[in-house]
């Protein structure tokens, strides 16, 4: 219990907190397009983001073994800086490999929803926050992350302050760049996505759960009406996922499917109007 109140005064604390390291002028490239990476983390979650005017940004990190996986990647992508880090919530395949992450990269940003986790992975990871002065955004619906022009970045869940599934605390998001959006599920279940009232229409939807039959209903499918989406998953993973019922709504809905589990790292790239999808595999 002690251990529980300790967790939850450190998150009061960098909620607080104001000041960061200063962004280093060295950054990726900037071509003027949106990059994003779904990478092969397992079954878990992990998103790179190049922004057009080359800020990055990092959806979550995966589980603890793959900090090292996800840190090589952005370093080998010449990424020094993170500008926008969201810890979509305290479940360790979403993250397990932030410490890894906020160690080895200046971290302008971060955003996280006011779920809590009594566990080590969370703990290690608030304190390595601290350790490094990071400011902290709560994540809800209607914070933006950013908005500029032709780009923005809005949060359009969680919209409750409380749920009985960490799942549903899920941080998700809405990203655009010119006439082409898409959306980041986390692993947000009915619940949170029946809740999502604002225009969540979507090029690309990032499936939520890894796939499982908790996300990604009918009617979800009815309000983002994505042309792509993308399920993050393992090979011969012990939950079944994606489950073959939400593979079937989506192949109802016409969606094209791309899965890290048979595709490896996805990336999509957007001019704003055109979208063209890479695959490793």
Do not use: W
Not at 5 to 30: R, Y
Not at 151 to 164: G, I, K, M, R
Not at 206 to 212: A, I, L
Request: proline fraction near 2%; charged fraction near 25%; hydrophobic fraction near 35%.
């Amino acid at each position: 219990m002690k251990k529980f109140i300790c967790i939850i005064s450190i998150l009061c604390m960098l909620l607080c907190t104001v000041g960061c390291k200063p962004l280093n002028t060295e950054q990726v490239a900037i071509d003027g397009k949106l990059h994003i990476y779904y990478l092969d983390v397992g079954n878990a979650d992990s998103i790179f983001i190049k922004l057009p005017d080359g800020k990055t940004m990092l959806i979550d990190a995966g589980e603890k073994e793959s900090g090292g996986k996800i840190v090589n990647y952005l370093k080998n992508a010449g990424v020094q800086s993170i500008d926008y880090l969201v810890a979509t919530h305290p479940h360790a395949d979403h993250i397990g490999g932030m410490v890894d992450v906020i160690n080895a990269f200046e971290i302008r940003n971060v955003y996280m929803t006011n779920a809590v986790n009594n566990t080590k992975t969370f703990e290690n990871m608030l304190i390595a926050l601290d350790a490094e002065g990071c400011p902290v955004t709560q994540a809800k619906a209607g914070v933006e992350i950013l908005s500029d022009d032709n780009l923005s970045a809005v949060f359009v869940a969680p919209n409750s302050d409380e749920y009985e599934d960490l799942n549903n605390y899920s941080a998700v998001i809405k990203l655009t760049y010119g006439n082409n959006s898409f959306v980041f599920a986390g692993d947000a279940e009915k619940k949170a996505e029946d809740e999502i009232r604002t225009n969540i229409k979507c090029d690309v939807l990032k499936v939520g759960h890894h796939g499982s039959n908790t996300s990604t209903t009918k009617n979800f499918l009815k309000k983002t009406e994505p042309t792509y989406a993308i399920i993050s998953c393992a090979q011969e993973n012990d939950y079944n996922h994606p489950h073959d019922k939400v593979l079937k709504r989506l192949e109802e809905a016409g969606v094209i499917v791309y899965r890290t589990d048979i595709n490896g790292t996805i990336e999509v790239v957007s001019d704003g109007n055109n979208i063209e999808i890479h695959t490793e595999r």
